[in-house]
T-cell receptor
Framework: KAGVTQTPRYLIKTRGQQVTLSCSPI?????VSWYQQTPGQGLQFLFE???????NKGNFPGRFSGRQFSNSRSEMNVSTLELGDSALYLC????????????FGDGTRLSIL | SQQGEEDPQALSIQEGENATMNCSYK?????LQWYRQNSGRGLVHLIL?????REKHSGRLRVTLDTSKKSSSLLITASRAADTASYFC???????????FGKGTHLIIQP
């Protein structure tokens, strides 16, 4: 079974731009969660999607948004990028989030210049 | 917000020795999970222990959970150079906040 795939692996943007990151979950997994990892704040939960609906949301501004498609693939979008958005963005999937381990992709490294 | 706090922040031991990492958390949980992260890679799930369980084993890994003290420990026995990584505990409160991760323990195994 293929693992969680995130694209692109690396991305460089400038302040004010927007970016879209993609995540393909493990086949059969319907829950997709996104996390931001920075040296200062560590791993922080962004949001979770299940069956194309946002089920949970972390404490991030509205510039961070996401969606999930009928094939469970998910995208997250960050608009009006700020220097502080530089981070490793990780996607995780599970059959159904509750009480189950999360399977993580290798992440997208986003650098803001 | 961080709930799990790992201790120590960094640990360096000789190959073959055992490594113990601790995690404390603040609120009631459904389960606690341990993950490993190699530099620049994603997280790899190690063990999930439910709130009604006290101990779980997986190969060289042993995890304990004490809900009265709100703490957990991860023991890696007979360490190998390949165990060098950061280890994170994560709590699942069953609510709307996804997994809540600690800052991690950076483990270095000296050959």
């Amino acid at each position: 079974k293929a693992g969680v795939t995130q694209t692109p692996r690396y991305l460089i943007k400038t302040r004010g731009q927007q970016v879209t990151l993609s995540c393909s979950p493990i086949s059969g997994h319907r829950s997709v969660s996104w996390y931001q990892q920075t040296p200062g704040q560590g791993l922080q939960f962004l949001f979770e999607y299940f069956s194309e609906t946002q089920r949970n949301k972390g404490n991030f501004p509205g510039r961070f948004s996401g969606r999930q498609f009928s094939n469970s693939r998910s995208e997250m979008n960050v608009s009006t990028l700020e220097l502080g958005d530089s981070a490793l963005y990780l996607c995780a999937s599970s059959p159904d989030h509750s009480n189950q381990p999360q399977h993580f992709g290798d992440g997208t490294r986003l650098s803001i210049l | 917000s961080q709930q799990g706090e790992e201790d120590p922040q960094a640990l360096s031991i000789q190959e073959g020795e055992n490594a113990t990492m601790n995690c404390s958390y603040k609120t009631s949980i459904n389960n606690l999970q341990w993950y490993r992260q190699n530099s620049g890679r994603g997280l790899v799930h190690l063990i999930l222990i439910r709130s009604n369980e006290r101990e779980k084993h997986s190969g060289r890994l042993r995890v304990t959970l004490d809900t009265s003290k709100k703490s957990s420990s991860l023991l890696i026995t007979a360490s190998r150079a390949a165990d060098t990584a950061s280890y994170f505990c994560a709590t699942d409160e069953g609510g709307a906040d996804g997994l809540t991760f600690g800052k991690g323990t950076h483990l270095i195994i000296q050959p």
